[in-house]
């Protein structure tokens, strides 16, 4: 009769606490997710939108062109990017793209809570766990409050990735494996459920996930085009692998990679006094714990073990380490810990170890549960703001453990299997040590060029120097605007975006990103517009012609305006339209550069002189092109393994020089007076295409 009346009790705690839930979710989040864009959502709707209205979408992952677009369509949010996104993520925005923003996250809210339905569904299936408390368990997910507020897309993943685990209990491996491609291609990491299908030698699994993968693949680029998956696989993905596609220095990610950089690597703003600066405890330590947390996932999967429970706990196992060793978790990535909780709820009422779910469920709570980071440097002591790192540990050491004590069959094949399994991973430890250690020494070189901020901002590009001046854009969350370093006459209060601009020895101009359209206008009269539908505006050196660039669904062309001595100013093309121009250097018009592609092909430099001829130059896959101002010299950057690096050329002879060899990106160049310094950004020791400005002597 107690028990009874404690279960009573027990039942109608749950369904208050469960009432409380819902309550808070329809009157705080969803109200607050329903009124606002907020962030992330805007970055998948606009890659969608994009394609569906033929855009040319091969530089949607640079920060300022992706800028520019969400300008011209006015979504209501500061800041967007698309790194480190997969290009096929967004593709589920692609019912949703002809809607307006918001609308369209309307609708994305709908179907995410549509979801939850057979979300549920398949968690019980599973585990046998009450509706109630799968609704509990859900309901009490701050990330999931956030995948909500937000408008990502993780509740669709856990789906994807329960429903996988679903089929391969009920023998569907074939279904398994496609449903694991799919959620692969919006998200790297899941690829790693497929060492369940490896190690159980599940060929027909493994295949469905290859057939699938290369579908998705082609979907991807039959919708965005090759250049940029391209893109994503050669220059983003590798930024992404080591920690680095966003800000790596934030320890409220708490992932591994973001607590190593902020205790043991330097850089000159983000983390000019780590605890102890040391690239070879870094490059020893990030490896050797990821493998650590991610080996027993792997070791203590059984081939020969077929029952429910085993597959289950192998499945959250991988998932939960996964996410572990994520090199930049949000809060909204842990919606998918709600999977694996349920799983260990369930196994623990069955075998009445009650104090053992409060536990897990304090630490459930933890994860989820957003800890502000300090706001000064405190050394180790930032451990105790990195809570959800350590107890996502203690959950993946509890599955271990039950795996570990599960019933086992004898296998004489597994000691052999774990053998060269121990092996391999030992390996790719040594190798990953090796490179990390090879590129931080690398990366940190370039720190010598570096120039002093007043004001450092996340993204500081498209530097001009003029003596001890320095003008560039600066980029942040709340957007981007022209600053010139101890000269506050250059910063613009307006809320449009300051895109790029130019200086001459009469006057300055700068690009205003706004509703439909880009304007050149003089930034110390605002309201003057020179160009109206024009970017990246460029002065010959007398300062009396003015080149452009105009774009049209993506693609750009060079044009120039002529003043004439009477009447509206002229403008005139200087490239085909068969030439989308990149970038441009503009000296007169007679001499310019631009880098531009044709038919899809990967960018070059044309140069045009005396000849008077956009043509190509022998410099391989080339952008960012700045001609000296005394005419001998063009500075570029050449992609070389995945990063762009500077180059000159020299003007008389076409001979090349290599500035710099480094694993990281020097982009947008331009010239000091002098014709022997560069200005350019480079994001060494930061996050991808987060630059700095340098400055560097490069003609003795």
């Given at each position: 009769m107690g028990i009874l009346w404690d279960q009573r009790i027990l039942s109608w705690i749950e369904r208050a606490a469960l009432l409380v839930a819902i309550a808070f979710l329809g009157l705080h989040t969803l109200p607050r997710a329903w009124t606002k864009l907020n962030t992330d959502f805007p970055n998948y709707y606009l890659m969608a939108r994009l394609a569906h209205e033929g855009y040319d979408t091969s530089r949607v992952y640079e920060w300022i062109w992706v800028q520019r677009e969400k300008d011209h369509r006015s979504l209501d949010i500061p800041a967007v990017g698309m790194v480190p996104l997969t290009p096929f993520s967004t593709l589920a925005m692609w019912p949703l793209r002809a809607l307006p923003a918001l609308a369209a996250k309307h609708a994305w809210i709908i179907a995410n809570l549509a979801l939850l339905v057979p979300l549920c569904w398949f968690i019980h299936s599973l585990t046998g766990l009450s509706y109630r408390r799968i609704a509990l368990v859900l309901s009490f997910s701050f990330p999931l409050q956030r995948n909500l507020l937000y408008g990502q897309y993780y509740v669709f993943l856990l789906v994807l990735i329960v429903a996988a685990c679903w089929c391969y209990l009920r023998s569907h491996c074939v279904l398994s494996g496609a449903l694991i491609a799919v959620a692969a291609a919006c998200k790297i990491f899941p690829v790693l459920l497929v060492l369940i299908f490896v190690r159980r030698r599940d060929w027909r699994a493994i295949m469905s996930f290859a057939v699938t993968g290369i579908g998705t693949a082609a979907l991807s680029i039959t919708v965005f085009g090759w250049r940029v998956n391209r893109t994503y696989l050669h220059q983003i993905l590798p930024w992404a692998l080591h920690g680095e596609a966003m800000p790596p220095y934030i320890p409220s990610a708490a992932s591994i990679s973001g607590l190593l950089h902020y205790l043991l690597l330097s850089e000159p703003q983000w983390n000019p006094h780590p605890w102890h600066n040391s690239p070879l405890l870094y490059a020893l330590l990030q490896p050797a714990l990821q493998m650590l947390l991610l080996a027993p996932a792997i070791l203590l999967i059984r081939r020969n073990d077929a029952t429910p429970e085993q597959i289950i706990l192998e499945w959250i196992g991988l998932l939960t380490a996964s996410l572990t060793i994520s090199t930049a978790p949000a809060s909204y990535h842990f919606v998918l810990i709600a999977f694996p909780i349920c799983v260990l709820i369930a196994l623990l009422i069955e075998r009445g170890m009650n104090a053992w779910i409060i536990a897990l469920i304090g630490a459930y709570q933890g994860i989820g549960f957003p800890v502000p980071a300090p706001g000064r440097q405190i050394?180790?002591?930032?451990?105790?703001?990195?809570p959800r790192l350590f107890l996502m540990a203690a959950v993946l050491a509890s599955i271990y453990l039950l795996l570990w004590r599960n019933p086992r069959v004898p296998d004489s094949a597994a000691n052999w299997s774990h053998y060269a399994w121990a092996s391999f991973m030992g390996l790719a430890v040594l190798l990953s040590t090796l490179s990390s250690f090879r590129r931080e020494q690398a990366v940190r070189k370039e720190y010598a060029y570096r120039v002093s901020l007043e004001t450092p901002f996340l993204l500081n590009g498209d530097p001009v120097g003029d003596g001890s001046a320095m003008s560039y854009v600066a980029g942040s969350a709340n957007g981007y605007r022209l600053v010139t370093a101890g000269?506050?006459?250059?910063i613009d209060p307006s809320p449009d975006d300051d895109l790029s601009f130019t200086s001459g020895p009469r006057r300055a101009l700068v690009e205003k990103a706004r509703s439909g359209v880009s304007e050149i206008t003089d930034p110390l009269d605002p309201g003057r517009i020179i160009v109206e539908d024009g970017r990246n505006p460029m002065l010959s050196l007398d300062g009396r012609s003015l080149a452009f660039i105009r774009a049209d669904r993506g693609r750009g062309r060079l044009m120039m305006q002529e003043q004439p001595q009477s009447g509206h100013p002229t403008e005139i093309a200087l490239t085909p339209p068969s030439i989308n121009v990149y970038e441009a250097t503009f000296i007169s018009q007679r001499d310019f550069a631009v880098s531009g592609s044709e038919e899809g092909r990967p960018p070059q430099i044309y140069l045009t002189d005396h000849s008077h001829e956009n043509t190509p130059l022998a410099l391989g896959e080339s952008r960012f092109p700045a001609l000296s101002p005394d005419g001998h010299w063009?500075?570029?950057?050449?992609?070389?393994?995945?990063?762009?690096?500077?180059?000159?050329?020299e003007g008389n002879t076409g001979a090349t020089h290599r500035v710099a060899d480094v694993p990281c990106n020097q982009i947008e160049p331009s010239w000091e007076a002098d014709s022997t310094t560069l200005d350019y950004a480079?994001?060494?020791?930061?996050?991808?295409?987060?630059?700095?400005?340098?400055?560097?002597?490069?003609?003795?």
């Open positions: 050394g180790p002591a930032i451990l105790l703001f990195t000269d506050t006459t250059w063009m500075a570029y950057s050449h992609l070389d393994n995945g990063v762009w690096n500077l180059w000159i050329r480079n994001d060494c020791g930061r996050s991808l295409w987060f630059t700095a400005i340098a400055r560097r002597r490069v003609i003795p």
